[in-house]
């Protein structure tokens, strides 16, 4: 039987435990109601931001109570969260379903030993600096450390200064290194650093995130993510680039005929 897609989506950083609960049930009806099997994804510590004084969220012991209550509040929801520190994964262990490298560390052996000990599925993006081929020695640490459940996220490749492409190449080559392949696609349209530069807030072109979603549909892929937002222009964290709530059924109705045909050959 033909596995349902993945959707990863909520908000970048948890800004409240109320609109972490509005958007996660908005998005699993959704999910539930197209097919798709719903993760909420959103970050207790944005801990690599460019300023010092950048929003980061609540922190690691408010947001664990966050996701326990959502666990109560919503049946059978499923969380993604991101950490930094080796010492962070094991403290997840009773509130999340799948914990997540950031790219930048994604090469980080201590994280990777210590998300693999808790035997949750782990998340994995894929270094912005890194070819996907590079991606095999990540997956080798994975294994070596016992991990089972291994996803890969594309989020873009840097291409020159403050600016990302995909290669539509690296679905495949790391699809065919038999782990579950997500593509990202508010981070990918991300202009790294640019707001600092300009001097503005604009460091993402979001109009482009549902095309690229289209596209890594077609080269058969397991599962899709997007930062989401009731009013992304209000939001704390990286409000250029989310996707609006109302926008997201559309879009995810649009992406799921190009997902069923290729994989039913």
Known sequence: MQKRPIFIG????????????????TLKNISEKLGFDYYLKSSFDKANRSSWDSFRGPGLYRACEWFRLLKEEIHDIKI???VHESNQPEKLIDFVDVIQIPAFLCRQTDLIRTAAETGKTINIKKGQ????????????????????????????????????????????IMRDM?????????HSIQKPSKDIIDKTSGDGDVEFSESLMR?????KIDGYFAEVHPSPATALSDKSRLLKLDDIEGILERVLPIHKLVHSY
């Open 10 to 25: 909520g908000p970048c950083a948890m800004e409240s435990y109320e609109l972490s609960l509005d958007i996660a049930k």
């Open 80 to 82: 993604v969260t991101d």
């Open 129 to 172: 600096f890194l070819s996907p081929y590079e991606m095999q020695s990540v997956l080798d640490k994975c294994r070596h450390f016992n991990a089972t459940d291994i996803w890969f996220t594309e989020r873009g490749t840097f291409f020159g200064y403050n600016n990302l492409v995909v290669d539509m190449k690296s679905l495949k």
């Open 178 to 186: 038999g782990v579950t392949v997500i593509f990202d696609a508010t």
């Open 215 to 219: 596209a890594a549909a077609a080269v």
